[in-house]
């Protein structure tokens, strides 16, 4: 893996969770909205949708760079529009990261011949 696409990888990841805690938050606002006199569904609305948006272009980067299957870029973003899709999402890319760390490893060492 080059360092352009471990890049794309981590920003990625580094979006997901934030994303997923302020999808969660404005589910929470739009609660209180209704139920009490507290009213941060503006402000939460445009911090999730900076966030969501930064991860869409994270997204489409990493699918370029990465070369995805059309399923694992489908599940990505599915997993962005769920609300605890984001943690999901981290989790997987961290494994996919540490995976790809140990294959480069491995073949820097010479025990497989790429």
Same mark, same amino acid.
């Given at each position: 893996m080059d360092i352009k696409t471990a890049t794309a990888l981590r920003r990625l990841r580094l979006v997901s969770a934030p994303e997923a805690v302020s999808f969660l938050l404005l589910l929470v606002c739009s609660v209180l909205k209704r139920t009490t006199e507290f009213n941060a569904v503006p402000v939460m609305g445009a911090v999730h949708g900076l966030?969501? $948006?930064?991860? $869409?272009i994270f997204w489409a980067d990493a699918w370029n760079r990465a070369r995805w299957s059309a399923g694992t870029g489908v599940l990505y973003f599915v997993l962005s #529009?769920?609300?605890t899709g984001g943690f999901f999402a981290e989790r997987r890319l961290k494994r996919e990261a540490e995976?790809? #760390? #140990?294959?480069s490893r491995t073949v820097a060492?010479?025990? #497989?011949k790429a």
């Open positions: 966030l969501f $948006v930064l991860y $869409v #529009v769920l609300p995976d790809a #760390v #140990v294959a060492e010479g025990a #497989v």
